[in-house]
């Protein structure tokens, strides 16, 4: 079994910035993937960053060149860096992690900014 606890969201104003973090325990031993999906009021759960069991990085359109994503191994820990926050990235916020036999997901931590 794998648990993701997602900490950092809060209220921010647009052009703020916010660090998510993912703490991750568990048997972890096999990774597909890692990273981080929104869902906000309305909208389809979507993948923003994924990171692969090497150092290939993948982003959304929507957030590439403002969202950072990275990865403690000592810390067993996944960040999520965002810039230049707007208010279209409010949302609830993810950790997910894909293995070979199963998706993992966190219990979200919300994300709001204000215009």
């Known amino acids: 079994q794998v648990q993701l606890v997602e900490s950092g969201g809060g209220l921010v104003q647009a052009g703020g910035s916010l660090n998510l973090s993912c703490l991750v325990s568990?048997?972890?031993?096999?990774?597909?993937?890692i990273g981080w999906s929104r869902e906000a009021p309305g909208k389809e759960r979507e993948l923003v960053a994924s990171?692969?069991?090497?150092?290939?990085?993948n982003y959304a359109d929507s957030v590439k060149d403002r969202f950072t994503i990275s990865r403690d191994h000592a810390k067993a820990t996944l960040y999520l860096q965002m810039n230049s926050l707007k208010p279209e990235d409010t949302a609830v916020y993810y950790c997910?992690?894909?293995?070979?036999?199963?998706?993992?997901w966190g219990r979200g931590t919300q994300v709001t900014v204000s215009s």
């Open positions: 990171m692969d069991s090497g150092v290939s990085t």
């Open positions: 568990g048997s972890t031993f096999k990774i597909n993937s």
């Open positions: 997910t992690l894909q293995t070979p036999w199963r998706n993992y």
